[in-house]
């Protein structure tokens, strides 16, 4: 298994999503054309020193989104996943700080100091909450490793399985083979948020999302690996 936790290096059979510099944004990310999209291109998310640890990070705060206004400037892959592992480390600088990581831009594994409910740090958002002991605090980098199986459609396009996921939080497991329900937020959120309230799921594959809110969160080390995830188990 490939190492989990804060500063986990990444295998050679996963690749870069973000490597700390502004080359790489560009590259791999692009802002999400979603209704309420208000920034324009190329990216404002700012390259900054990393405020614990050697080297550079990105900063969410684009002033498109200001007071809350997600999917106004959140930032997506330009690559599409089905199945996958992911790693991301985040760290949030100020009480309150609030960003999301969207796997498949549909589901939200929420960012969010001070909320310890289904919908606050590290919940499978509005469907499980995490343990909150698991969070490092302010100014202190966190990870998530995450392994997700896309949901199921057969021939017809019907959904016959939901999309799940395994979670390990700062190297301790959170969240064990769960099924996401839905998609939450509406259309603003991701992908087939405006579907049938959200449970509206179509079999199209999506980009890992990072959401701006106007928060100073900072994402580093981000890295996957596709995968073909065969049989209802993901634990890892």
Same mark, same amino acid.
């Given at each position: 298994?490939?190492?989990?936790?804060?500063?986990?290096?990444?295998?050679?059979?996963?690749?870069?999503?973000?490597?700390?510099?502004?080359?790489?944004?560009?590259?791999?990310?692009?802002?999400?054309?979603?209704?309420?999209?208000?920034?324009?291109?190329?990216?404002?998310?700012?390259?900054?020193?990393?405020?614990?640890?050697a080297g550079t990070a990105v900063n969410?705060?684009?002033?498109?989104?200001?007071?809350?206004?997600?999917?106004?400037?959140?930032?997506?892959?330009?690559?599409?996943?089905?199945?996958?592992?992911?790693?991301?480390?985040?760290?949030?600088?100020?009480? $309150?700080? =609030? !960003? @999301?990581?969207?796997?498949? +831009?549909?589901?939200?594994?929420?960012?969010? &100091?001070?909320?310890?409910?289904?919908?606050?740090?590290?919940?499978?958002?509005?469907?499980?909450?995490?343990?909150?002991?698991?969070?490092?605090?302010?100014?202190?980098w966190n990870a998530y490793d995450i392994?997700?199986?896309?949901?199921?459609?057969?021939?017809?396009?019907?959904?016959?399985e939901k999309a799940l996921v395994s979670?390990?939080?700062?190297?301790?497991?959170?969240?064990?083979?769960?099924?996401?329900?839905?998609?939450?937020? $509406?259309? =603003? !959120? @991701?992908?087939?948020?405006? +579907?049938?309230?959200?449970?509206?799921?179509? &079999?199209?594959?999506?980009?890992?999302?990072?959401?701006?809110?106007?928060?100073?969160?900072?994402?580093?080390?981000?890295?996957?690996?596709?995968?073909?995830?065969?049989?209802?188990?993901?634990?890892?």
């Amino acid at each position: 298994m490939a190492q989990i936790g804060v500063g986990a290096k990444k295998p050679r059979s996963a690749h870069w999503l973000f490597d700390g510099s502004k080359k790489m944004l560009d590259k791999n990310w692009e802002y999400w054309e979603g209704p309420r999209l208000a920034a324009e291109p190329p990216i404002k998310w700012k390259i900054v020193d990393d405020p614990v640890d050697a080297g550079t990070a990105v900063n969410t705060n684009d002033p498109a989104a200001a007071n809350g206004l997600y999917g106004a400037a959140d930032i997506v892959t330009k690559e599409k996943f089905k199945d996958f592992r992911l790693h991301i480390e985040f760290l949030i600088q100020h009480p $309150g700080g =609030n !960003s @999301g990581v969207y796997l498949q +831009n549909r589901y939200e594994i929420q960012v969010l &100091d001070g909320d310890s409910t289904a919908h606050g740090m590290a919940a499978i958002i509005n469907e499980k909450a995490a343990p909150y002991s698991a969070y490092n605090g302010l100014g202190k980098w966190n990870a998530y490793d995450i392994t997700f199986r896309a949901a199921r459609f057969d021939k017809d396009g019907k959904l016959k399985e939901k999309a799940l996921v395994s979670i390990y939080f700062n190297g301790q497991k959170i969240h064990d083979n769960v099924h996401i329900q839905q998609v939450w937020g $509406g259309p =603003n !959120s @991701g992908i087939d948020g405006g +579907n049938d309230g959200g449970k509206g799921i179509t &079999d199209q594959p999506g980009g890992i999302k990072l959401q701006a809110e106007g928060h100073d969160v900072l994402y580093r080390n981000i890295w996957i690996e596709k995968l073909d995830i065969e049989g209802s188990q993901i634990d890892f």
